[in-house]
């Protein structure tokens, strides 16, 4: 996990509460420094099953009710739910994404960035949303010199522990490839 400053408290976007000053601006430049460090040499459909069967490991060892995809436009290249998954997280999985997909930056991101002048991202009438959810678990699949190719998305727990994951699994994915 990237260290955050010891001066600054992590932003919760779950919370209706005051946050510590300077958090938001420190958690949004997190999951950018995230977009710009995970990134593949190329992306197979080996990698997709690789990366599925991953979080599908970090979830059975920890017993999360999730749900996980990962697709390629409107190619559906993983899809599982482990125990504990319910159908509301098909949905939150297929907003997500959508959102993910058209900003081509982590669902959790967009939500943050919303927040900066007050308020949410969906308190506006041109954000709809009963296709796009502007909360964390749905990450874009970059490849380096070309951009965002694939989306994975993980649905059920709260929306930072969804991002959190993600980034855990594509990091160590990544590990591996970005030191060859």
Known sequence: MTANSPLVTDFDPDSADAQPEGSLEAFIARIEAETRELQFPGFSLDDALNLGLLLVELGKERSLPIAID??????VLFHVALPGATP???????????????YEVPSLLVGLRGRRNGGRIEDNAWFDQSRYAAHGGSFPLYVAGVGSVATVTVSGLPQVQDH???VEALREILTPAQGS
């Open 164 to 166: 959190n994951l993600v």
């Open 70 to 75: 990962i697709s390629r436009s409107e190619q």
């Open 88 to 102: 509301d997280n098909e949905q939150w999985i297929r907003a997500k994404k959508a959102t993910a997909a058209r």
